[in-house]
């Protein structure tokens, strides 16, 4: 029997990943007052995943980080990072990828959730309300004004995780940004964090995840934002369909 199949391991798992999360949170708070509350988030929160990744037995492979161009990388140009979401695990993985300082958006939702609520705004995250347009859009207008300072951007544009394991449809919002800052969407794809942490559980099963980027997408090539969103959309579905049978 495997020994990380057992119940009473997969419980302490549980239990160990959220008092990591409590331990980084934590180091945030004493980096705070030395390197201020978004640089110290920055430099803890990418180390949350190994902590609950090795233990879980999770092995990340990542395919065509090198189709991201350094100056988008070095934070020098900046880009709008997209994938689809699957779990609660993709944010860790992709926090340790995108340029320290990203913006991230998400769903107002999280703000309640203990914890990651205080992790998001550390992060100087944008709350998006998806049940009220006017609020929605003034979020992105936000998000909008970051990018032409210069941060770059992350965001799911499903909106939240998918329940089914499908992708599903993408929200317009992330692409309308994308025309009005005219900076490129380096779209990328998680494969397997369905399987690995599927909604609603607490339970992580051992697996693979893969995480694959495509080319940067640059707004100036399509004539509106559902034809940049639809671009998007295939080349993530794509790389999806790609490694499913790698796993």
């Known amino acids: 029997m495997n020994w990380r199949s057992n119940p009473l391991y997969s419980s302490l798992l549980a239990l160990w990943g959220i008092l990591a999360l409590l331990g980084i949170i934590i180091c945030i708070f004493i980096g705070w007052p030395f390197v201020g509350r978004i640089r110290s988030f920055w430099f803890w929160a990418p180390k949350l995943y190994k902590l ?5 037995g999770i092995d990340v492979e990542t395919f065509d980080k090198h189709k991201i161009p350094s100056n ?14 699957e779990t609660l695990l993709d944010a860790p993985l992709y926090i340790g990828i995108c340029p320290p300082g990203t913006t991230l958006i998400v769903k107002r939702e999280l703000a309640w959730i203990p914890f990651l609520g205080f992790a998001a705004w550390a992060a100087d995250a944008i709350f998006i309300n998806r049940s009220n347009s006017e609020k929605a859009r003034g979020s992105i207008e936000k998000a909008t004004s970051r990018i032409r300072s210069g941060q770059s951007v992350f965001m799911y544009p499903e909106g939240t995780r998918t329940r089914t394991g499908e992708l599903m449809p993408f929200k317009k919002g992330g692409f309308v940004m994308a025309m009005q800052a005219q900076v490129p969407i380096v779209p990328s794809s998680m494969t397997g964090g369905f399987r690995v942490l599927p909604p609603g559980s607490l339970k992580v099963c051992p697996g693979k995840i893969i995480v694959r980027f495509a080319d940067p997408i640059w707004p100036k090539d399509f004539q509106t934002a559902d034809d940049l969103m639809q671009a998007v959309r295939h080349q993530i579905k794509s790389m999806i369909e790609q490694d499913q049978s790698r796993l």
Do not use: Y
Not at 52 to 56: L, N, R, S, Y
Not at 72 to 85: D, T
């Open 52 to 56: 609950i990744f090795t233990p879980g």
């Open 72 to 85: 988008i990388l070095s934070g020098a140009q900046p880009a709008i990072f997209m994938s689809n979401h």
